[in-house]
Structures are given as structure tokens and as C-alpha cells.
Nanobody, 116 residues
């Protein structure tokens, strides 16, 4: 199983980025997908999950209205659209897959830096 994130980089405050996570080696449509992030010196935190079946999503208050998670099961890819980025969004962003049996997979992470 491989989860490969892309789309990170340096962006100015107020800017946007779209992260992608391409999955292989698993039946993608059967996995709940999530984005996590780990800011410098802090613990990893959940950004947004999306279910396997209905594609239901959820967001923490700090990200609601700014971040949007989506998935394309035909392309085995999950996305994270990030708008109105703030310096506190600076982190390594990780893709995560979880099966209904509790099997977990992680990507290698992609760095997002929000700075002027």
C-alpha cells in the first residue's frame, strides 16, 4: 500500500493550496480517508476525515469554511483544498487511510509553509 501526498509548498498568508493523496495497493473506495497535520514542535492532529461510503466530511472549527476534503474513487485520490491560509496552518500534512477492520496506512507527508 502506498499513499503519496503532493501539492505542498510555500504560500503567503491568505493564499490557497490544494493537496492531493494518490493511493495504490488497496481498494480505495472501501477506506475512510483523512488528512492530518503536525505543526512544528506539536503533536499530529486531525484536519478532516471523509467516509468511504457516503463521502461525509467533518471539520474542526478552526478549519471549517477554509478547508475542504474531497475524494475521487475513480482516481484513487483524496484532496484537501485549503483557502485563506494562516501562518498557524504551517505543518507537515499527512494522508491517512483506515479500513472498516481498523487497518491504518499513512503517507510520508508534505510540507505546507504559510509565510510572507
Amino acid at each position: 500500500v502506498q499513499l503519496v501526498e503532493s501539492g505542498g509548498g510555500l504560500v503567503q498568508p491568505g493564499g490557497s493550496l490544494r493537496l492531493s493523496c494518490a493511493a495504490s495497493g488497496l481498494t480505495f473506495s472501501m477506506y475512510a480517508m483523512s488528512w492530518y497535520r503536525q505543526p512544528p514542535g506539536k503533536e499530529r492532529e486531525l484536519v478532516a476525515p471523509i467516509t468511504s461510503a457516503s463521502g461525509s466530511t467533518n471539520y474542526t472549527d478552526s478549519m471549517k469554511g477554509r478547508f475542504t476534503i474531497s475524494r475521487d474513487n475513480a482516481k484513487n485520490t483524496v484532496y484537501l483544498q485549503m483557502n485563506s491560509l494562516k501562518p498557524e496552518d504551517t505543518a507537515v500534512y499527512y494522508c491517512h487511510a483506515r479500513s472498516w477492520t481498523g487497518i491504518n496506512y499513512w503517507g510520508q507527508g508534505t510540507q505546507v509553509t504559510v509565510s510572507s
